[in-house]
């Protein structure tokens, strides 16, 4: 499982004009599924995902977590993160988890963070979502559960 992060000042998803996840201050994770990814994997990423320290203490350090903070987490599906592109002009989607298993997998990571911490959005998987955000920083992780 990865996750691309970034610091966000705000950010939303819309499908169709329709607006189904919306945070202010906090994280935007954009999510893909692999094969091998299960529901040990969803515990160590939402761990990292609420934990991982990207926000600046009062010395300007990033010494604080979203967790600590009590931001929002927007989680959004993204399939491409999981391909193969070490060669070739085309990606190759082989690395991804297969629809039925990534979607599974995601609700099941979009349930627990709701479990887990306060202010929780997310994404519609499979639809064609257009993301909006204002980056804060800019700061951006690749994580890997």
Not at 17 to 41: H, M, N, T, Y
Request: aromatic content about 4%.
């Amino acid at each position: 499982m990865k996750a691309l992060i970034q610091r966000v000042a705000k950010a939303q998803v819309t499908v169709a004009g329709e607006e189904v996840g919306a945070i202010g201050p906090g994280l935007l994770a954009l999510v893909g599924i692999e094969p091998q990814d299960d529901r040990e994997s969803i515990g160590r990423m939402l761990h990292r995902l609420l934990n991982y320290r990207v926000f600046a203490d009062a010395e300007g350090r990033m010494n604080l977590s979203l967790a600590q903070l009590g931001g929002g987490l927007l989680l959004v599906s993204q399939f491409t993160l999981a391909a193969d592109t070490r060669s070739g002009l085309r990606p190759s989607f082989s690395s991804a988890a297969p629809p039925a298993q990534g979607q599974a997998l995601f609700e099941a990571l979009l349930a627990l963070a709701r479990e887990r911490h306060p202010q929780v959005a997310g994404g519609r998987f499979g639809a064609h979502m257009r993301v909006e955000l204002v980056n804060d920083g800019p700061v951006t992780f690749l994580l890997e559960a």
